[in-house]
């Protein structure tokens, strides 16, 4: 495992997280992986905060979506040469030490991407998380072909394969820039045949809002589906 957290990188995309995004960057930066921090035109010291902590932080200058936060991140750790890209939320949700815990699970099952696994029941999860996550995890386990039951956790592993053949050929399968974009990419990463493997990881819901615009949200969802059957 310490051979591939060399070959490792972390992406967190954020809008206005400053409450928190220094803890999260300093923590993880303690395990020797660098951290890069996207920040999607946030109006409070998200930047600021990330770089004093020890991020390397690119800026969208205006918000553009979690999406291109994530592409944009995505683009610079290929660049830099890293085999494993990891995203976590920049809201302290997730544990800094479920780093460690990616990293194992892809060498031990050789997984293509890793993906957290939360507990999926509306006493552990507030009630609009839980219903949206039901709802796209069986959209993305149908659209897959391999079921998922948890398809929204931010908590994700990919290798550097998986990307760029999804992303960054010339005719890239993933198009979507917000909140579906993570949907899409993992519905082409096992449509695709590449290893998605979940795990159990713990989260902290800090009482934050969540960021979900349920009308615009789901409309951009269910024209992605569109797009995907049409293409295929």
């Given at each position: 495992?310490?051979?591939?957290?060399?070959?490792?990188?972390?992406?967190?995309?954020?809008?206005?997280?400053?409450?928190?995004?220094?803890?999260?960057?300093?923590?993880?930066?303690a395990?020797?992986?660098?951290?890069?921090?996207?920040?999607?035109?946030?109006?409070?010291?998200?930047?600021?905060?990330?770089?004093d902590a020890g991020a390397v932080v690119l800026s969208n200058g205006a918000n553009q979506g979690k999406g291109v936060a994530l592409l944009k991140g995505f683009k610079y750790a290929l660049?830099?040469?890293?085999?494993?890209?990891?995203?976590?939320?920049?809201?302290?949700?997730?544990?800094?030490?479920?780093?460690?815990t990616l990293l194992r699970s892809q060498e031990e099952s050789r997984?293509?991407?890793?993906?957290?696994?939360?507990?999926?029941?509306?006493?552990a999860m507030p009630p609009l998380r839980f219903a949206t996550n039901r709802c796209t995890s069986?959209?993305?386990?149908?659209?897959?072909?391999?079921r998922l039951t948890d398809t929204q956790c931010g908590l994700r592993l990919f290798r550097d394969e998986?990307?760029?053949?999804?992303?960054?050929?010339r005719r890239p399968k993933v198009v979507s820039r917000r909140y579906d974009f993570e949907?899409?990419?993992?519905?082409?990463a096992c449509y695709h045949k590449f290893r998605v493997v979940e795990i159990s990881v713990p989260t902290l819901y800090n009482g934050a809002a969540s960021s979900i615009r349920p009308f615009v949200d789901t409309v951009r969802f269910f024209r992605m589906m569109a797009r995907i059957m049409w293409r295929r």
């Open positions: 495992m310490e051979n591939n957290r060399d070959r490792a990188i972390i992406v967190i995309p954020a809008f206005n997280e400053a409450r928190a995004i220094g803890r999260v960057v300093r923590e993880l930066c395990y020797g992986v660098p951290v890069v921090v996207v920040d999607d035109g946030s109006t409070d010291e998200t930047s600021a905060r990330a770089r660049e830099q040469g890293r085999e494993f890209i990891l995203t976590f939320d920049g809201d302290g949700q997730h544990s800094p030490s479920l780093l460690t997984a293509d991407v890793v993906i957290g696994r939360r507990a999926m029941s509306w006493r069986a959209v993305v386990t149908w659209m897959g072909g391999q998986v990307l760029r053949t999804l992303l960054f050929e949907s899409e990419l993992l519905i082409e």
